[in-house]
């Protein structure tokens, strides 16, 4: 058993308490190597950002949960190299069991994400509780969801997606004790988030998703006040990067993501977590492909790895700046 307390991590607690106050969201960025966590690290020190790092279950498969464990705490100590000792998080992104909880909570993680959306309310209820039940005995945060979001990212895949029904928040939060809520209002995984069909297209012949459900938003604030709300699969898929990997022989029609003006409004409500994933793998496959494509006789992997961290790092610090609003919270 380790403290994340001993590894200088912080709970999520505080942190989303001035997040609703101040009307910014945390980001709340994927990790699964190392220069994915310096990009990350680097621009939330310069922007001056409190920030997430989140580990799915199959980030641990792949780099082994004590390599993960042992970088995020590595990111404390670069944090405080670049010259700010930021605000970070050690989050467990979509947990689907017990066991999996658990077990990030003995290797040192602050916060875990409990996913039972897609099980029947009451044994949502029943496995957030267990989740809860131990996690607070060492002050780790929880993260449930109610609502289920469509779309395939790492090891989470559904076809369809429910909306968060605003009638069960209330209940739920006082029966399992989660100290923040996912929600569904519109956003899915990956950056296949909408059908071409379900969009519209402006003036450039951009497809262009439907908005987001502020209504329920609006309805899950009224029932749980103040309360901390988490929005995954807002990515926004942007389009240069899309372009930029079709252009060098990627495959990736129709990808239509968040729009960023939406997110910033959800930033100004009780959503004070905002996850960012696919947007991240487009930059730094874009940025990749293009090496490739440009200096095919490169084979040097700091030579292409390397510019596709620069690209995410310029991707998060904009996040930061112009769409979350966490700059200079930290």
Known sequence: ????????????????????????????????????????????????????????????????????????????????????????????????????????????????????????YEENVELAKKVVDYAHQYDVTVEGELGVLAGIEDEVSHETHSYTRPEEVEDFVKKTGVDSLAISIGTSHGAYKFRPEQCTRNAEGRLVPPPLRFDILKEVEKRIPGFPIVLHGSSSVPQQYVDIINKFGGKLEAAVGIPEEQLRKAAESAVCKINIDSDGRLAMTAAIREVFAEKPAEFDPRKYLGPARDELKKLYMHKVVNVLGSANKA
């Open 1 to 120: 058993m380790v403290s994340y307390k001993e590894l200088v991590f912080v709970n999520s607690r505080e942190l989303f308490k001035k997040a609703i106050e101040g009307k910014y969201a945390i980001p709340a960025f994927n990790f699964n190597n190392m220069e994915q966590m310096q990009a990350i690290i680097q621009a939330c020190v310069e922007t001056r950002s409190p920030v997430i790092l989140q580990v799915s279950s199959g980030a641990r498969k792949y780099a082994n949960q004590t390599l993960l464990r042992y970088m995020a705490q590595g990111a404390c100590e670069y944090a405080k190299e670049l010259g700010c000792n930021i605000p970070i998080v050690l989050h467990l992104d979509h947990g689907n069991s017990f066991e999996l909880c658990k077990s990030c909570v003995d290797y040192g993680f602050s916060s875990v994400m409990i996913d039972g959306s897609a099980l029947p």
